[in-house]
């Protein structure tokens, strides 16, 4: 039963929710193995737009399940908020999603601590999404945060979330202690819940397909640190996040025919001014889950490099090249100047020093349509220089659009 992984190979928004639903008619579930509701998956039907958080990217019209496995952080109110979302719109996924019980809750003390601290940052903010993402996974780290399986009985979450409320207000100040809606939030998910040894034989003889959020170079190892989120969003985090060892055959790179990334941190190839404008306004660069403007820049291939490297992608998908259509020359970055030691290196060793890097460009002729002999060339080149293939090649926001090589 084969197993692949679809994530992104930049900042995050290159596509991966319109990607997953496409690919996943052809696999058994759809697995979010790291992140919580910081990611905004979009995904555009035919007469409808869902923008998933939480819920696997799964194509509602097919067969194919969702699995929120251990090390997602686990917004119950917006993962309500999303079941109720898919059944006004007439899907009930409640017979094809599963949560693991030991996925870590969202609490509002997360929130309220992402928030603070970013405030406490002041010019070293890290531009977080206040999901309490990092708050979250520190507190699983801590050993003090409270799994979804722990709502199961009452009286011990209650005395669970008094010894957090406690622990917030003595070492943050932040008093919280409101803690009835999270049980309201529990009962609707709580038939979904299994443990993680429960699914294993289930998933074994399943095909899965693994949805990345945000993007590899927001790991937060492997990353532009800090400037990244609060775990392993890269492909290492998948056995982290289920569990147990998995080998996968497929490891399929998403990535923009440009880049993106909302937030602080070094971005390179970042366009400034009217022309990063043009781009924004183009690409309707805005996220998902925030609304903020996301920056944006030409195709970084250096940067490409490095995730294929630490990822071992073996074919690519290129997303949004149809948004540079009508461009006259469009702008790759090749290779980098590493102003400390004036040599040109076709990939930075260390991606949270990504200030000493010059980036160097060739420029392509634009293309007017996806059919175009010049974007064929820019396709070609990207390949060439990055030794992987480009499976598919997404024309428009819709599922379906999207041509397979
Ligand atoms: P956090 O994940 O909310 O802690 O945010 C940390 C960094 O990751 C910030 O720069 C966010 O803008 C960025 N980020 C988090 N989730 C996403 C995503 O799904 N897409 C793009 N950027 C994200
Ligand atoms: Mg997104």
């Not at 997360?110 to 070293?124: F, P, Q």
């Not at 722990?150 to 202690?177: C, F, R, V």
């Not at 959020?213 to 990244?228: A, R, S």
């Not at 060892?245 to 440009?258: E, N, S, W």
Request: with cysteine.
């Amino acid at each position: 039963m084969e197993k692949a992984v679809c994530f992104g190979l930049q900042w995050g928004d290159e596509g991966k929710g319109k990607v997953t639903t496409y690919l996943s008619k052809d696999f058994d579930y759809v697995i979010r193995y790291s992140g919580g509701s910081n990611a905004g998956h979009t995904v555009e039907y035919e007469d409808f737009k869902v923008v998933h958080h939480l819920i696997p990217s799964f194509n509602v019209f097919s067969e194919c399940k969702g699995y929120i496995a251990n090390n997602v952080v686990l917004d119950l109110e917006v993962i309500v908020n999303e079941i109720e979302a898919l059944k006004a719109l007439g899907f009930d996924v409640s017979k094809r999603l599963k949560i693991s019980s030991h996925s870590n809750v969202v609490l509002p003390v997360h929130k309220m601590l992402d928030e603070k601290l970013e405030i406490t940052r002041g010019s070293k903010a890290i531009g977080t999404t206040k999901r309490g993402i990092g708050p979250a996974y520190a507190d699983k780290v801590h050993r003090i945060n409270l799994r979804v399986k722990d709502l199961q009985n009452k009286e011990s979450a209650l005395e669970k979330m008094e010894y957090i409320s406690h622990i917030y207000e003595s070492l943050y100040g932040i008093k919280w202690n409101e803690c009835s809606r999270i049980f309201e939030f529990y009962e609707k998910i709580k038939d979904f819940v299994v443990s993680p040894l429960e699914i294993k034989p289930v998933l074994e003889k399943s095909s899965l397909l693994f949805e990345g959020t945000q993007g590899v170079l927001l790991d937060v190892d492997m990353g532009t640190y800090p400037y990244v989120t609060g775990t392993n969003c890269s492909v290492t985090g998948i056995e982290v996040g289920i569990g147990y060892p998995i080998t996968l055959q497929r490891r399929i790179g998403v990535f923009k025919a440009y880049v993106t990334r909302v937030g602080e941190g070094p971005l390179p190839t970042e366009l400034f001014g009217e022309e990063g404008e043009n781009l924004r306004q183009a690409g309707k660069e805005y996220g998902a889950t925030t609304g903020r403007p996301r920056r944006c820049g030409w195709l970084d291939l250096p940067l490409l490099r490095y995730a294929i490297e630490i990822t071992g992608c073996n074919e690519m998908i290129m997303t949004k090249a149809d948004v540079l259509a009508g461009m006259k020359s469009v702008k790759v970055c090749t290779k980098y100047v590493d102003t400390v030691t004036g040599e040109i290196v076709d990939m930075p060793v260390d991606v949270s020093e990504l200030e000493r890097y010059k980036p160097l460009y060739e420029e392509f002729t634009g293309w007017k349509d996806l059919e175009n002999e010049n974007f064929m060339k820019f396709k070609e080149f990207v390949e060439k220089q990055t030794g992987v293939k480009i499976t598919h090649i997404s024309t428009g926001a819709k599922i379906d659009q999207i041509i397979k090589i």
